[in-house]
Nanobody, 121 residues
Framework: QVQLGESGGGLVQAGGSLRLSCAAS????????MGWYRQAPGKQRELVAS???????NYADYVKGRFTISRDNAKNTMYLQMNSLKPEDTAVYTC???????????????WGQGTQVTVSS
């Protein structure tokens, strides 16, 4: 069993900040890449930011300079610091992780259930 639990979402005014957390738990041997995705109503899911196990990061152009992804490998936890939030950032944000389970001989992709971020104008 592997679970990804997101927290930190909520309602914030434009220009405000939120920090999302994603804690992975369960039968985890290793976690490779992790990422944050988001999906707004009526739109496709999109990658916001990703981070490798070594800390290399990538960001969607629309969040560069505003969002920062990080991770604490010892805690199997990933974060997304979101600053200067805009109404168009409103979406369900979901954690993704590529995980090696101790009870399996292969890697698998896991997803959290998502946390709602709402940015008011």
């Amino acid at each position: 069993q592997v679970q990804l639990g997101e927290s930190g979402g909520g309602l914030v005014q434009a220009g405000g900040s939120l920090r999302l957390s994603c804690a992975a738990s369960g039968s985890i041997s290793r976690i490779n890449a992790m990422g944050w995705y988001r999906q707004a109503p009526g739109k496709q899911r999109e990658l916001v930011a990703s981070i490798t196990s070594g800390g290399a990061t990538n960001y969607a152009d629309y969040v560069k300079g505003r969002f920062t992804i990080s991770r604490d490998n010892a805690k199997n936890t990933m974060y997304l610091q979101m600053n200067s939030l805009k109404p168009e950032d409103t979406a369900v944000y979901t954690c993704n992780a590529y995980v090696l389970r101790w009870d399996r001989a292969s890697w698998s992709d896991y997803w959290g259930q998502g946390t709602q971020v709402t940015v008011s104008s």
